[in-house]
T-cell receptor, first 110, second 112 residues
Framework: AQRVTQPEKLLSVFKGAPVELKCNYSYSGSPELFWYVQYSRQRLQLLLR??SRESIKGFTADLNKGETSFHLKKPFAQEEDSAMYYCALTSIQGAQKLVFGQGTRLTINP | NAGVTQTPKFQVLKTGQSMTLQCAQDMNHNSMYWYRQDPGMGLRLIYYSASEGTTDKGEVPNGYNVSRLNKREFSLRLESAAPSQTSVYFCASQLAGGGEQFFGPGTRLTVL
């Protein structure tokens, strides 16, 4: 069965500190992994996807197939990073149904 | 472009009442989706439409029906609302072939 697990419901760090939001997945096949973000009073939007291998707003995420993980990292957190973060996966082939994790609420303290 | 729009933004229903949530996109996307968001459970797929004229069940379809009216519009209907359907509902669309899904602003539904 497809499953995405985000073990931390809440994560609080100080401005300037490193941030790591954990994501583990189970999937029998080749998934595509995403991080979506929902800022306060805004709609859910894509932050990054593993096949792009790019850094968005200073965030990066590396797909580790051996550990079935796709952790989101940023070396220096900023206050504007406070938001709800969702890890999600979909099949590379066929219908593009997203399976979401439970979400992690990240709070950056000044 | 408005992107993905949803109406209404808020709704309160009594148990047993029916209603339809509307979703439209102006990006000429082929695929459209309905999710529900509940605390501690993330977003779960209710129904989706891979292309105009097709619909399929997602993870939690019970109690819902959908209609892909045309390429732009994808509606979600609750025939007999139950308190367990209290949630925030999101519509999303995607260009065929995968990639980013674009989300609407959501509809907050309360069933009393």
């Amino acid at each position: 069965a497809q499953r995405v697990t985000q073990p931390e419901k809440l994560l609080s760090v100080f401005k300037g500190a490193p941030v790591e939001l954990k994501c583990n997945y189970s999937y029998s096949g080749s998934p595509e992994l995403f991080w979506y973000v929902q800022y306060s009073r805004q709609r859910l939007q894509l932050l990054l996807r593993h096949i792009s291998r790019e850094s968005i707003k200073g965030f990066t995420a590396d797909l580790n197939k051996g550990e079935t993980s796709f952790h989101l990292k940023k070396p220096f957190a900023q206050e504007e990073d406070s938001a709800m973060y969702y890890c999600a996966l979909t099949s590379i082939q066929g219908a593009q149904k997203l399976v979401f994790g439970q979400g992690t609420r990240l709070t950056i303290n000044p | 472009n408005a992107g993905v729009t949803q109406t209404p933004k808020f709704q309160v229903l009594k148990t047993g009442q029916s209603m339809t949530l509307q979703c439209a996109q102006d990006m000429n996307h082929n695929s459209m989706y309905w999710y529900r968001q509940d605390p501690g459970m993330g977003l779960r797929l209710i129904y989706y439409s891979a292309s105009e004229g097709t619909t399929d069940k997602g993870e939690v379809p019970n109690g819902y029906n959908v209609s892909r009216l045309n390429k732009r519009e994808f509606s979600l209907r609750l025939e007999s609302a139950a308190p367990s359907q209290t949630s925030v509902y999101f519509c999303a669309s995607q260009l065929a072939g995968g990639g980013e899904q674009f989300f609407g602003p959501g509809t907050r539904l309360t069933v009393l």
